[in-house]
């Protein structure tokens, strides 16, 4: 229901003919929080373009958009979860957790994989909804939450597997029914132009559209600005902070399933130890992306180009033939620059 | 318009031929062993702007939660057209048309202003599960009722934060206008306003009466209350210290009260010599201590 009031207010002659002067497209453009990033996205891809040979080429491509899918689809629900107003520490080893579990319990109650995988995507909503939870009845900040989910998580991991297996990873799952067609969905290539593109590039962008189309039309989107951007503000007007809070952290349990289930059927064994620092990879595509760490600002397409940047720089430097050790040092460069460039680029564009 | 005698919580409403919109009766909030609130008796009909005053500390904020739902009260009854409510959560009152304008506005200042205007109440197009926002009618709607309030913004894209402090008012005015609240709760909206800012939140004021909405005016200055007001309360410590309709009322009794009223008549007759000292410059609560000092 809705009323409308006659006009009543002077003044009506426009003050917007006034004193404000229309913004150019340019300014427009320059406001969008991702472009810090594709800045950087588009110097990045020139320098490797220059120097490294290998780099040019299209199966050069199609691993980069490889390596950069395996952060870049995680980093979807952790910018979706950022732009919330909340991190999550533990994504990176929930993720070893839901391989660990799907392989697992494949394995010991010797079912079809897809039971296994069943388990796990219970197990992975089950972690998001644990770390939702807990952040809204503790209102503790989601950094203490999610760092003491990460170190349970981390010992789970591998005390239940030495418990389960004897080892510190899990026994290979190939010969496993059902193995082939969960391969098929979550780990096998296809050729295009006779480049092999790995299929989670393709779930990348099908998740990286999603994200962006719930984000900016719909209004589960519009509440998760809102919750990000002032939680106070956003829970007087009746926006369900607490169960936009859990689901966003749901939301990243899902797609720490996925990315579990790729590694599983993938490389056919997970080990235990892994994915411990990824959570922090996620974070930066995200903020890299133009994602503010305060939450209520940012895109997915953002954290999407964020990823890529990780991918190309990766990449690129064993194409330019360097010491794969400078990864980090250009990644810990790149991300200290699009913050600098995002924060400048904003408020250059906000004066009028 | 409700009658009432002077004392507190007999504001029975002899002339009401039908249920108030709003009524609190003997409605008390305490946190632990402190009673931020003892006993507020108040009636709220259709057209007509019940006034809240009160120095800083008074219970008016606490008040306002209860009335919004954020709080639930811990003594007396909260009634709605006549039913007793209980409010777990601002959105109960809210679809109950209780609306109110925060002193903080309720805004997220990142984003967009037609994106803040229909927070909470987006309108949706399209079926199932590809419900989505739809964007083109919500901006040119946010668009037309902050034109009519006088406000005519170059972006209705730009983040909220980039308006002034008055546009921001408005914006949480038109909003809570424009969603059917039939009653709009009004914290200190022109607290932190100029002059001629304050002056368009105050005819808006009358705009909504004029439509037919009980509006709660919560503020510390006499002059604006009682530029818009029909029925004023006064809250001190806690307790209503007066509970007037206009007619029984001039603003220099409500200046009075304002100042310390009763507190002030004792004074002034212990400081007594000579002609009577003048109360009249008594504006602002917030100078009440020094005043008395110079009294």
Same mark, same amino acid.
């Given at each position: 229901?809705s009323r409308?009031?006659e006009?009543?207010?002077?003044g009506?002659?426009?003050?917007?003919?006034?004193?404000? &002067?229309?913004?150019?497209a340019?300014?427009? +453009?320059?406001?969008?929080p991702e $472009?810090?990033?594709? =800045? /950087?996205a588009?110097?990045v891809?020139?320098v490797?373009?220059?120097i490294a040979?290998?780099?040019?080429?299209g199966?050069a491509?199609a691993t980069?958009?490889?390596?950069?899918?395996?952060?870049?689809i995680?980093?979807?629900a952790v910018?979706?979860l950022?732009?919330g107003?909340?991190?999550?520490?533990?994504?990176?080893v929930a993720?070893? &957790?839901s391989?660990?579990t799907?392989?697992? +319990?494949a394995?010991y109650?010797? $079912?079809?994989?897809? =039971? /296994?995988a069943a388990?796990a995507?219970?197990?992975?909503?089950?972690?998001?909804?644990?770390?939702g939870w807990l952040?809204?009845?503790?209102?503790?900040?989601s950094?203490l939450?999610?760092?003491?989910?990460?170190?349970?998580l981390q010992?789970?991991?591998?005390a239940i597997t030495k418990?389960?297996?004897?080892?510190?990873?899990?026994?290979?799952?190939?010969?496993?029914?059902?193995?082939?067609s969960?391969?098929?969905?979550?780990a096998?290539s296809?050729s295009?132009?006779?480049?092999?593109v790995?299929?989670?590039?393709?779930?990348?962008m099908?998740?990286?559209?999603?994200a962006?189309?719930v984000?900016m039309r719909?209004?589960v989107?519009?509440?998760?600005?809102?919750v990000?951007?002032?939680?106070?503000?956003?829970?007087?007007?009746?926006?369900?902070?607490a169960?936009?809070?859990?689901?966003?952290?749901?939301?990243?349990?899902?797609?720490?399933w996925f990315?579990?289930m790729?590694?599983?059927?993938m490389?056919?064994t997970?080990?235990s130890g892994e994915?411990?620092g990824n959570?922090?990879?996620?974070?930066m595509?995200?903020?890299?992306?133009g994602?503010?760490?305060?939450?209520?600002?940012?895109?997915?397409?953002g954290?999407?180009?964020?990823a890529?940047?990780?991918?190309?720089?990766?990449q690129?430097?064993?194409?330019?033939?360097?010491d794969n050790?400078?990864?980090?040092f250009?990644?810990g460069?790149?991300?200290?620059?699009a913050v600098v460039?995002n924060?400048?680029?904003?408020t250059?564009?906000?004066k009028r | 318009?409700?009658?009432a005698?002077?004392?507190p919580?007999a504001?029975?409403?002899?002339?009401a031929?039908?249920?108030?919109?709003l009524e609190?009766?003997g409605i008390?909030?305490?946190?632990?062993n402190?009673?931020?609130?003892t006993?507020?008796?108040?009636?709220v009909?259709?057209?007509e702007?019940?006034?809240?005053?009160?120095?800083?500390?008074?219970?008016?904020?606490?008040?306002?939660?209860i009335i919004?739902?954020?709080?639930r009260?811990t003594a007396g009854r909260?009634?709605v057209?006549?039913g007793?409510?209980?409010?777990s959560?601002?959105?109960?009152?809210l679809?109950?048309?209780i609306?109110t304008?925060?002193q903080d506005?309720?805004?997220?200042?990142?984003?967009?202003?037609?994106?803040n205007f229909f927070?909470?109440?987006?309108?949706?197009?399209?079926?199932?599960?590809?419900?989505?926002l739809?964007?083109?009618?919500?901006?040119r709607i946010?668009?037309?009722?902050l034109k009519k309030m006088?406000?005519?913004?170059?972006?209705?894209?730009a983040?909220v934060?980039?308006?002034?402090?008055g546009?921001r008012?408005v914006?949480a005015?038109?909003r809570?206008?424009?969603?059917?609240a039939?009653?709009?709760?009004?914290d200190?909206p022109?607290?932190a306003?100029?002059v001629?800012q304050?002056?368009v939140?105050?005819?808006?004021?009358?705009?909504?009466?004029?439509?037919g909405?009980?509006?709660?005016?919560?503020?510390?200055?006499?002059?604006?209350a009682?530029?818009?007001?029909d029925h004023?309360?006064?809250i001190?410590l806690?307790?209503m210290?007066?509970?007037r309709?206009?007619?029984?009322?001039t603003l220099?009794d409500?200046?009075?009260?304002?100042?310390?009223?009763?507190?002030l008549?004792?004074l002034?007759?212990?400081l007594k010599?000579?002609?009577?000292?003048?109360?009249?410059?008594?504006?602002d609560?917030?100078?009440e201590g020094?005043?008395v000092?110079?009294?």
């Amino acid at each position: 229901m809705s009323r409308t009031l006659e006009p009543t207010a002077p003044g009506s002659g426009s003050e917007k003919t006034l004193r404000v &002067a229309q913004r150019s497209a340019l300014r427009k +453009f320059m406001t969008r929080p991702e $472009v810090g990033s594709l =800045v /950087g996205a588009v110097i990045v891809f020139s320098v490797f373009f220059t120097i490294a040979d290998p780099f040019r080429t299209g199966a050069a491509l199609a691993t980069i958009l490889y390596a950069s899918s395996t952060i870049g689809i995680m980093a979807v629900a952790v910018a979706l979860l950022m732009i919330g107003g909340e991190f999550d520490l533990s994504a990176g080893v929930a993720v070893i &957790a839901s391989g660990l579990t799907a392989s697992m +319990f494949a394995w010991y109650f010797s $079912v079809n994989v897809w =039971v /296994g995988a069943a388990a796990a995507l219970v197990v992975s909503l089950t972690i998001g909804f644990l770390n939702g939870w807990l952040l809204v009845r503790t209102k503790l900040p989601s950094f203490l939450v999610t760092l003491a989910m990460f170190l349970m998580l981390q010992g789970l991991n591998i005390a239940i597997t030495k418990l389960v297996t004897g080892q510190v990873s899990t026994t290979n799952i190939s010969d496993m029914d059902g193995f082939e067609s969960a391969r098929a969905v979550f780990a096998s290539s296809f050729s295009v132009m006779g480049v092999d593109v790995r299929i989670t590039v393709v779930w990348w962008m099908v998740f990286v559209g999603l994200a962006t189309w719930v984000l900016m039309r719909t209004r589960v989107g519009n509440w998760i600005y809102a919750v990000g951007g002032n939680q106070e503000s956003a829970r007087a007007v009746g926006v369900p902070v607490a169960k936009v809070k859990i689901g966003l952290f749901m939301t990243v349990g899902f797609f720490a399933w996925f990315s579990g289930m790729h590694l599983l059927f993938m490389f056919n064994t997970v080990q235990s130890g892994e994915g411990v620092g990824n959570e922090l990879l996620y974070i930066m595509a995200a903020v890299v992306g133009g994602c503010l760490l305060t939450g209520g600002y940012g895109t997915v397409v953002g954290a999407a180009i964020g990823a890529f940047i990780y991918g190309m720089t990766r990449q690129g430097i064993v194409y330019a033939g360097w010491d794969n050790n400078w990864v980090f040092f250009f990644v810990g460069a790149m991300l200290l620059l699009a913050v600098v460039v995002n924060g400048w680029v904003r408020t250059q564009a906000n004066k009028r | 318009m409700t009658s009432a005698k002077a004392t507190p919580q007999a504001s029975a409403g002899a002339g009401a031929q039908t249920a108030p919109l709003l009524e609190l009766d003997g409605i008390g909030k305490s946190f632990g062993n402190i009673r931020a609130l003892t006993d507020i008796g108040l009636k709220v009909g259709a057209g007509e702007v019940t006034c809240i005053l009160g120095d800083n500390g008074a219970g008016k904020s606490t008040l306002i939660k209860i009335i919004a739902g954020l709080y639930r009260p811990t003594a007396g009854r909260y009634l709605v057209d006549g039913g007793e409510v209980d409010f777990s959560s601002p959105r109960h009152a809210l679809d109950r048309g209780i609306a109110t304008v925060y002193q903080d506005l309720a805004i997220v200042p990142l984003m967009p202003v037609w994106r803040n205007f229909f927070l909470g109440s987006e309108l949706r197009r399209g079926v199932g599960p590809f419900r989505m926002l739809d964007a083109a009618r919500m901006r040119r709607i946010a668009d037309e009722e902050l034109k009519k309030m006088g406000i005519d913004l170059p972006d209705i894209d730009a983040p909220v934060g980039n308006l002034s402090g008055g546009q921001r008012q408005v914006v949480a005015i038109a909003r809570a206008v424009y969603f059917g609240a039939r009653v709009l709760i009004l914290d200190e909206p022109t607290a932190a306003l100029g002059v001629k800012q304050s002056g368009v939140v105050l005819k808006y004021i009358n705009a909504a009466r004029d439509a037919g909405l009980g509006v709660i005016f919560i503020t510390h200055n006499p002059h604006h209350a009682f530029l818009v007001g029909d029925h004023f309360v006064i809250i001190k410590l806690g307790r209503m210290e007066l509970d007037r309709p206009r007619a029984e009322l001039t603003l220099d009794d409500l200046t009075h009260h304002m100042a310390g009223g009763a507190e002030l008549d004792a004074l002034q007759h212990e400081l007594k010599r000579g002609g009577a000292p003048e109360v009249a410059p008594l504006h602002d609560a917030g100078d009440e201590g020094p005043d008395v000092r110079r009294l």
